[in-house]
Every structure is written in C-alpha cells, then in structure tokens.
C-alpha cells in the first residue's frame, strides 16, 4: 500500500525509491512499483526500468522481464517526440 501510496503524487523524484520496490520478492510489490514507473514515465522511470531488466538473474527472469520489456516499450513510445 505504501508503493501505491507514494506514486499517486504523481512526483518523478519516486522513481529510485520504485526502482528498488522492483527487487520486493512480493509480487504485489513490484507489480505496483512498475505500475508506478509507467504512469510517472520520463526518462528516469525508463533509466530505472532498463537498469532492472539488465539485472535480472535467475528462474525470475522470464516473467519479469516479460513484464519490464511491455513497461520499457510503454514508456519509450510516450517518450518519442511526435
């Protein structure tokens, strides 16, 4: 609650404090921290994002990374000028 909490301010500064909410083993966590990311969008919440799928190790990361590519492509359209 606290994640969706701190995103509905709708204040790009949550982006690394969303960013580390990604590595909650809590599925209700990160789920709600990459919601967060995509609808503050920008270029920090992207940076976060790209940074995470890069990290990803694991039997985790097909099913996140499934989830962190649909984001990063998300975000990166809002970001295209045009």
């Not at 969706?4 to 949550?14: F, G, I, K, V």
């Not at 940076?47 to 990374?65: F, I, M, S, W």
Request: charged share 30%.
């Amino acid at each position: 609650m606290l994640i969706h909490c701190l995103w509905q301010y709708r204040d790009r500064a949550a982006a690394p404090t969303l960013g580390s909410a990604l590595w909650d083993a809590d599925d209700q966590v990160w789920k709600e921290a990459l919601d967060g990311l995509v609808t503050l969008g920008g270029v920090e919440a992207e940076r976060v994002l790209l940074d995470t799928r890069d990290a990803l190790v694991g039997d985790e990361t097909r099913v996140k990374g499934e989830w962190l590519e649909e984001a990063i492509e998300q975000l990166g359209e809002g970001n295209r000028p045009g």
